[in-house]
């Protein structure tokens, strides 16, 4: 390679013996090239994953693998690393927005026509509720469904609608919250399941269940009396809880104590049999001196219990016409 000057002779910009190799300068670039593109992939090739979370990798587009928490290296414009928070509670919420929500799918862009619904009486009840979910499946979460966070939501809308459809507004408003709760989340994992969206729903929570605000104040009337009437069944309960026991109490004291006279009087009864036979027997053998003998003991026993003793020998006659047998009257004081 030569350049001419102007006054017609030629000069090299080349050192004196320099030989010029296109191929090699070609070389020479394509490697300069490459060493920029390692240290650019170097620099901006490696992604953080969260501990919370998994990357998933795609190479044009396509599921590639899975990575862990930590660094994960993707070929720049080849590679795409997509982070999904596989170890975190997400929840969507019904009839309500938290403000500030870091999901962008929890909050309800339309609560009042969410919370709406008909009961099984065709009455109108307001009924706000939360659904808590993990990922469990990264690949399913993002190529099993499109948008697996709105299906979800139009799942529980219309699993919850046909749960309330079920049930009275009694049940709803009152003591039906469990058996809701424990129904919705069932027939909301089976369809998650069906549908594929790599989802585990954790828990069905309603929030504060309530009538329409043109019926609340018929609703707090009866759910006075309500409240009114399960305090008097439980005063009645009560009453009966301690009135039942302390009569049985003493229906069983007396029954004992009917059963110890009985058992005293049928003993005494035998005793006194027994003895009878006993001195049958002795007044058969002696008539006369069982005879004295059970005269002296009868005396024995009759005596001491008199105010007043008088022996009267048989021998003397005509006591009785001048003994005073009965107390003197008193003598009455003198009149003035």
Known sequence: MQITTSSGSSASP???GFQFHPFRFVLGIIGFIGIIITLFSLLFG??????????????????????????????????EILIVPTQRLLKLEFGFTTPQATNGFQGDNQPEDTETMIT???NTALVPWVVQYRIIDPKQYLFGAREPEQTLRDLSESVMREVIGDRTVDEVLTIGRQEIETASLDRLAKLSSEYGLGLQIQQV??????????VQAAFNEVNQAQQEKQTAINQAW????????????????????AEAYAFRRVNQA??????????????SKAPEITQRRLYFESMQSILP????????????KGILQTLPLLPASPTPA???
């Not at 009560?238 to 104590?257: L, S």
């Open 120 to 122: 099984g009486d065709l």
């Open 46 to 79: 490696f992604v953080s994953i969260p501990t919370n979370s998994v990357g998933v990798k795609l190479r044009f587009g396509a599921f590639q693998s899975t990575e862990g928490p930590g660094l994960a290296y993707a070929i720049p414009y080849m590679d």
């Open 305 to 316: 219990a008199l105010d007043r003793k008088v022996i009267v020998d048989e021998s003397v």
């Open 270 to 283: 035998k005793g006194d049999a027994e003895k009878f036979t006993l001195l049958l027997t002795e007044y």
């Open 205 to 214: 929570q309603l929030a504060t269940v309530r009538p329409p605000p043109a």
């Open 334 to 336: 003198p009149q003035p």
């Open 14 to 16: 080349f050192p004196p």
């Open 238 to 257: 009560a009453i009966y809880n301690d009135a039942v026991p302390n009569a049985r109490g003493q229906a069983k004291e007396r029954q004992k104590q």
